[in-house]
């Protein structure tokens, strides 16, 4: 480091010189290291500088002001930052440019704490979610299916990597339909990003739909999870009636929802649905248990509609809304399974009780052929010329099928 030629100034000496306030700003050379100098305003603040030059540049470098530190304190940082200025360096620049940085994280952290994914789905769900039948269960997907691969991270920072590899890691688990309900969501969120130009692209956008060559859903509740759902939908009144009937007749939810009281037989104990509101085209009969025509007399009736559900706001209508009540009752659900120590189940729909009676039926001895009588499906005994000679009812058989399987779900529940 070059010296000064001025001789260094005593604390004394710079108390005589800053007593008076000056009318300008004035650099008291201070000596001891070229450049050092005493900053004096007039306001009456001091405070040290380097004064130096960079590439024919003039430049100052603020070191700390009077009462923060002592003069031979000044100095010493005063020589280092001048060791570094004759050996090529820059400390006024590399300042700036660690102020330029440090404001770029604090930014960078605002805009991460401001677009956060977990708090921009949080908002999308708020303002999109509230429109949409499966809110809870488009909530579930994203956060068990694709936040685990997005977490902590901004939704700029997002890119196509991390969708495929959130996707990719369903199809490896054979799991195709929930990587495409996956990349739907996924789509859908980041399309509704752009809208308000949080992002520039839908990193879901170009990921094809995963190819899943005739797959059979095979969904079966288990007799845990038919004991949740019973449970989780008692606080849903009249609608808690109508999956309990799903749930033991194997009757499809539309005709469960579309059932009038002139179609029950109570004397009978029979609910014949008519052909015209059957899928096959033919009548059908369901033997009427107990626990049936109890859940069918908990329904309120109306004298001016025939409907056992009618709409509230058309009374010749059925009643809509059935997807809401089984996102409420799923919630339900999945929280009584979780206290009891349960694993998380998989995503059901009202159709799989039909699959759960059919191999609930089996399960406790019951024929094929039975089974598929009960659900109303021709089965593999009416096939071909079948259709045609085969016309037995199996009355008895349904009927008995049905008590088992009531006494069996009324077991699993504990409501014996």
């Known amino acids: 480091m070059g010296a000064s030629r001025l001789k260094p100034l005593t604390v004394k000496e710079i108390e ?31 405070s040290y500088a380097l004064i130096y030059r960079v590439g024919g540049k003039r430049k100052k470098l603020t070191l700390g002001n009077t009462r923060m530190l002592t003069l031979a304190q000044a100095r010493k940082l005063a020589g280092q930052f001048r060791t570094s200025v004759e050996t090529g360096g820059d400390p006024h620049g590399e300042k700036l440019e660690k102020r330029r940085q440090e404001e770029e994280q604090r930014r960078q952290e605002e805009e ?7 708090r921009m789905w949080e908002t999308y769900m708020h303002l999109v979610g509230s429109q949409l039948r499966s ?7 994203f956060r068990k299916y694709l936040l685990p691969y997005v977490q902590g991270l901004c939704v700029t920072e997002i890119t196509k990597n991390h969708a495929l590899a959130a996707i990719d890691a369903l199809v490896a688990r ?9 990349r739907q969501e ?11 130009d949080h992002v520039d692209r839908n990193v879901f956008a170009r990921i094809r739909k995963t190819k899943n060559s005739k797959s059979i859903r095979t969904r079966v509740l288990t007799d845990e999870e038919i004991r949740a759902v019973w449970i989780g939908s008692e606080p849903e009144g009249h609608w808690a009636c109508w999956i309990k009937l ?7 939810n539309m005709e469960v929802r579309g059932a009038r009281w002139s179609e029950i037989d109570f004397e009978r104990r029979l609910w014949t649905i008519p052909g015209e509101r059957y899928k096959n085209g033919r009548p059908h009969t369901v ?9 069918w007399h908990e329904v309120p009736r109306f004298r001016s509609s025939d409907l056992v559900f009618p709409a509230l706001g058309n009374m010749c209508q059925p009643m809509s809304g059935d997807q809401k009540v089984k996102d409420r009752i799923d919630k339900r659900m999945r929280e009584i399974i979780k206290n009891a120590g349960g694993k998380e189940p998989e995503n059901w729909c009202a159709h799989d009780f039909r699959r759960t009676i059919a191999t609930g039926l089996q399960r406790l001895g019951f024929r094929p052929d039975i089974a598929d009588q009960v659900i109303g499906h021709v ?3 009416r096939r071909g010329a079948g259709v045609h000679y085969l016309h037995y009812g199996y009355d008895e058989e349904r009927k008995e099928a049905l008590q088992a399987w009531t006494d069996h779900v009324m077991n699993v529940c504990s409501l014996h």
């Open 16 to 46: 005589k010189l800053t007593a008076t306030k000056p009318d300008t700003i004035k650099h008291l050379s201070l000596g001891g290291v070229p450049g050092f100098v005493l900053v004096h305003t007039p306001a009456g603040y001091t």
């Open 112 to 118: 991460k704490a401001r677009l956060g994914v977990e």
């Open 135 to 141: 809110r809870g269960e488009k909530d579930r997907i």
């Open 174 to 182: 054979d799991r195709r339909p929930m990587a495409d309900k996956a």
């Open 186 to 196: 996924g789509a859908a969120f980041f399309e509704w990003l752009i809208e308000r």
């Open 246 to 252: 799903l749930i033991l007749t194997g009757c499809r």
């Open 287 to 295: 033997y009427l248990t107990d626990p049936m025509i109890k859940l």
């Open 379 to 381: 089965g593999s005994t």
